[in-house]
């Protein structure tokens, strides 16, 4: 089955520590997201892919960084630099008339 | 730049009625496109109707409707014959379809929880 494939479903990092998200996806699909979910603020953009070894900065990109090596990787890294990085984490893929999500990530600070 | 409200955090409908959650959004681009996906409590996010906002015509998916009034920038969901698998948290979303960039992604709403009652 083509999809996205999130992991880990629950990561816990440390003051100080940075840790990486991992987003990989099978549906050929050229554009790559991620989006941080947080309470009663809906779904906002961290960073974004159009294409391999390229990518932008979304909304709120302050803290976090990505790389685009391959087409079906787009791996989110949340640096110590991020103040408040207890959230729930979406990557996405998608075409212009609708996104494929996955599974999301939990992140919480211990 | 643009956005989308969601004015209702919370609704509940009894099994077998009809709910409709609002969303209105603000843009001055003529051509985009919309979309309500839902998010159970698996935190799955699942699209479940896209509009294109150059059809006047009023999209449909089973027991899911939108009510398309593009001049008032209303895009309201409409879940008819609510069944128990319906409840969960509903989202808003825009997004242009004048190229690519940063226009290709989407803006969401807050969200809406709805619960269904049995």
């Known amino acids: 089955d083509g999809g996205i494939t999130q992991s880990p479903k629950y990561l816990f990092r440390k003051e100080g520590q940075n840790v990486t998200l991992s987003c990989e996806q099978n549906l050929n699909h050229d554009a790559m997201y991620w989006y941080r979910q947080d309470p009663g603020q809906g779904l906002r953009l961290i960073y974004y892919?159009?294409?391999?070894?390229?990518?932008q900065k979304g909304d709120i990109a302050e803290g976090y960084s990505v790389s685009r090596e391959k087409k079906e990787s787009f791996p989110l890294t949340v640096t110590s630099a991020q103040k408040n990085p207890t959230a729930f984490y979406l990557c996405?893929?998608?075409?212009?008339?609708?996104?494929?999500f996955g599974s999301g990530t939990r992140l919480t600070v211990v | 730049a643009q956005t989308v409200t969601q004015s209702q955090p919370e609704m509940s409908v009894q099994e077998a009625e009809t709910v409709t959650l609002s969303c209105t959004y603000d843009t001055s681009e003529s051509d985009y496109y919309l979309f309500w996906y839902k998010q159970p409590p698996s935190r799955q996010m699942i699209l479940v109707i896209r509009?294109?906002?150059?059809?006047?015509q009023n999209a449909t998916e089973n027991r899911f409707s939108v009510n398309f009034q593009k001049a008032a920038k209303s895009f309201s969901l409409k879940i008819s014959d609510s069944q128990l698998g319906d409840a969960a948290m509903y989202f808003c979303?825009?997004?242009?379809?004048?190229?690519?960039?940063?226009?290709?992604?989407?803006?969401f709403g807050t969200g809406t929880l709805l619960a269904v009652q049995p």
């Open positions: 509009q294109e906002a150059y059809k006047q």
């Open positions: 979303a825009y997004r242009s379809a004048d190229g690519g960039g940063a226009t290709n992604k989407l803006i």
């Open positions: 996405a893929a998608g075409l212009p008339y609708g996104y494929t």
């Open positions: 892919s159009q294409i391999v070894n390229d990518f």
